[in-house]
């Protein structure tokens, strides 16, 4: 499913990025892409059923939160981490099992992507219609 594969680069994509924002630096989009690959990232989940409700919208928002909370200072890099896996690993969970079930799907469809028809066969007497 690309949409599916599409999540969880997405996914991926936007956790390294907050990441580095909040530990290294070395971020690769400004303020205002941040806020435009959350809001995406949001989108997309949604489309799978999840849930995605950060309480900021934007790297600069993601600062103020951690100051908020007392993630900086001395231990502030790990302590931020570990934050953001407790928000994406939950996230990451849920796709993968998502893309378990559609893997067990996937055996039903043809290559186009439509329904195959399961025939079931008898070895016994068939039944007379009326």
């Known amino acids: 499913m690309p949409d599916l ?3 969880q ?3 991926r994509f936007v956790h390294a990025g907050l990441e580095a924002f909040g530990t290294s630096g070395g971020e690769q989009v400004d303020d205002e ?3 435009e690959l959350l809001r995406c990232l949001k989108a997309v989940l949604r489309r799978h059923g999840i849930d995605f409700n950060p309480p900021f919208r934007s790297h600069a928002g993601f600062r103020r939160y951690w100051i908020e909370k007392g993630m900086h200072g001395g231990g502030g890099y790990a302590k931020r981490r570990g ?3 407790e928000l994406f690993d ?4 849920r796709l993968d099992e998502l893309e378990v079930a559609s893997e067990r799907s996937d055996g039903l469809r043809g290559v186009d992507g439509t329904l195959k028809y399961i025939v079931f066969a008898s070895t016994g007497h068939k039944p007379r219609s009326s």
Do not use: F, T
């Open 5 to 7: 594969e599409a999540a």
């Open 9 to 11: 680069a997405l996914v």
């Open 33 to 35: 892409g941040s806020e």
């Open 83 to 85: 934050y953001l896996q």
């Open 90 to 93: 939950p996230i990451r969970a």
